[in-house]
């Protein structure tokens, strides 16, 4: 029964991916490795929160031990725990403390996706916010290295945000609710 219930999760993480991050060029350096089957997605099935810790150094370990063609970046898929995106948020700081606690600050950095995302000082359903909605709360390891190489070839990186917050304003009301049938609930 869990196996099946992680499968669906996987799927919607898929999904997701495809056609959100990828689909819209949300993230221009996602689409390579995902091609090259280099994304982990790593499903914990916790219901305690403190637990995360445990599946997130897990994970710095894989990443550590696979050679980058191999394993870019993990997704960290946490469906069963800080369904609050205040809760995600407060925990997120811890995650980067323990990222530097490791000494590996500098070598990951930890991207931040969650189905109620809210960046300060908007309203909930801001189109900014959707670039960072997920169907679950994720933690994305990327390496450091990866990144920095992708953003050397990239035209003009620090546009990347300001673009993704014009696409989200783009979509209507039927194409959000389509894409993040998620965050519409009822």
């Not at 997704?75 to 606690?101: G, H």
């Not at 300001?162 to 389509?178: A, G, V, Y």
Request: glycine content about 2%; proline content about 5%.
């Amino acid at each position: 029964m869990q196996k099946q219930k992680n499968k669906e999760i996987e799927s919607k993480v898929k999904d997701w991916l495809e056609n959100v991050v990828i689909g819209f060029n949300l993230c221009p350096f996602a689409r390579k490795p995902y091609l090259k089957n280099s994304i982990r997605i790593m499903i914990d099935e916790t219901t305690v929160v403190d637990d995360i810790y445990l599946s997130l150094l897990k994970e710095i370990n894989t990443l550590d031990k696979q050679n980058v063609n191999e394993l870019e970046t993990t997704l960290l898929v946490v469906p069963n725990v800080l369904a609050s995106f205040e809760d995600y948020n407060d925990f997120l700081f811890s995650v980067n403390e323990l990222i530097k606690s490791l000494d590996r600050e500098g070598v990951y950095q930890v991207a931040s996706f969650h189905p109620e995302y809210q960046f300060a000082g908007t309203d909930i359903n801001d189109a900014e916010n959707f670039t960072n909605r997920s169907p679950y709360p994720i933690f994305h390891l990327i390496r450091e290295d990866s990144l920095s190489e992708a953003l050397e070839s990239y035209p003009n990186p620090e546009a990347i945000p300001e673009r993704n917050i014009k696409k989200m304003k783009s979509l209507s009301s039927s194409q959000l609710k389509h894409y993040f049938s998620w965050c519409f609930k009822g």
